[in-house]
């Protein structure tokens, strides 16, 4: 949630949830148009807001370690 409090992905409701989707996919085509723009820039540059977003990223973090 915007005030930072988490709450259960299966007490969202429908419209929440699409909320949700709409703002992954914002942020994703940002994403994309920033690294169109400057290819050079690292994911450490970039700020990443709320905890699934922090999580994601470490997740894929420790995948591609592992895979080293």
Aim: proline share 1%; glycine share 2%; net charge negative.
């Amino acid at each position: 949630m915007k005030s930072g409090k988490m709450i259960d992905i299966d007490l969202m409701d429908v419209q929440h949830l699409r909320n949700v989707l709409k703002m992954i996919v914002n942020n994703s085509n940002k994403h994309k148009k920033l690294m169109e723009i400057s290819p050079e820039k690292s994911f450490e540059e970039i700020q990443l807001n709320g905890d699934m977003a922090n999580f994601f990223n470490d997740s894929v973090e420790e995948y591609e370690n592992y895979e080293d």
